[in-house]
């Protein structure tokens, strides 16, 4: 599967639930196209969440390996920090069209990206760090040493800056706040027609 298969495989999915959405229909009863049949392993249904969010549970053959893919909806009535509603339900409720990427296999780091008005925005991993070996200090008679300036090297003022560094300032960091923030969202294996009354609801 090449990675325009992928990213048209999402954007397939983020159709499928809108188109849902819109038109109040049965998410359980909608199915992935059938050319995208020899890539699942498993799933490719549709399924309610809690709140009756719509997604999908798709297992995903990557040549030998296989993906659990999570593609949910963002709930437009999340209350965030503060008790107000979050960033991306304030989107949802503007009519901004905003799904979630999501690796179930994984707790740290599960979420891979979003799709927001057609628009794939990859998730930054968490960064992770060693800890460091203390080192006892080097004894040094600094008071023998001079530093010569001019032997500092100079940095270009059109030294190039890292992909990774622009576009951690452009998007927010999906932080553990977030993850657990939208894993409250998921019901795992309750349907939306198991709810008996509004108040199991968000």
Same mark, same amino acid.
């Given at each position: 599967?090449?990675? #325009? ?8 999915? #983020? ?15 909608? @199915? ?13 249904? !549709?399924? @309610? @969440?809690?709140?009756?969010?719509? &997604? ?23 209350? !965030?920090?503060?008790?107000? @509603?979050?960033? /991306? ?5 503007? !009519? ?16 891979? &990206? ?9 998730? *930054? ?5 060693? *800890?460091?070996?203390? =080192? $006892? ?5 600094? *008071?023998? =040493?001079?530093?010569? *300036? =001019? ?10 800056? $890292?992909? /990774? ?5 452009? #998007? ?29 609801? #968000?």
């Amino acid at each position: 599967m090449t990675n #325009e298969q992928r990213m048209a495989f999402l954007m397939h999915l #983020e159709s499928l639930i809108f188109a849902s959405k819109i038109a109040n229909t049965d998410i359980t009863k909608v @199915f992935t196209a059938p050319q995208w049949a020899p890539f699942i392993a498993s799933g490719g249904n !549709g399924r @309610f @969440f809690n709140g009756g969010l719509r &997604g999908f549970d798709v297992d995903l053959r990557l040549g030998a390996t296989v993906i659990q893919l999570r593609v949910l909806e963002q709930n437009p009535q999340k209350i !965030g920090k503060g008790g107000v @509603f979050s960033q /991306y339900a304030v989107l949802a409720q503007q !009519g901004h069209r905003i799904v979630w990427i999501i690796n179930r296999a994984l707790k740290n780091d599960a979420f891979m &990206g979003r799709i927001q008005d057609g628009l794939f925005i990859a998730s *930054a991993p968490r960064a992770t760090y060693n *800890a460091p070996t203390y =080192q $006892p200090p080097v004894q040094q008679n600094y *008071a023998a =040493q001079s530093v010569n *300036a =001019q032997s500092l090297p100079e940095v270009p003022p059109d030294m190039d800056i $890292p992909e /990774y560094v622009m576009s951690s300032l452009d #998007e927010p960091e999906i932080d553990a706040a977030l993850l657990a923030d939208l894993e409250s969202d998921i019901d795992t294996g309750v349907s939306y027609d198991d709810f008996t009354d509004d108040s199991d609801l #968000e």
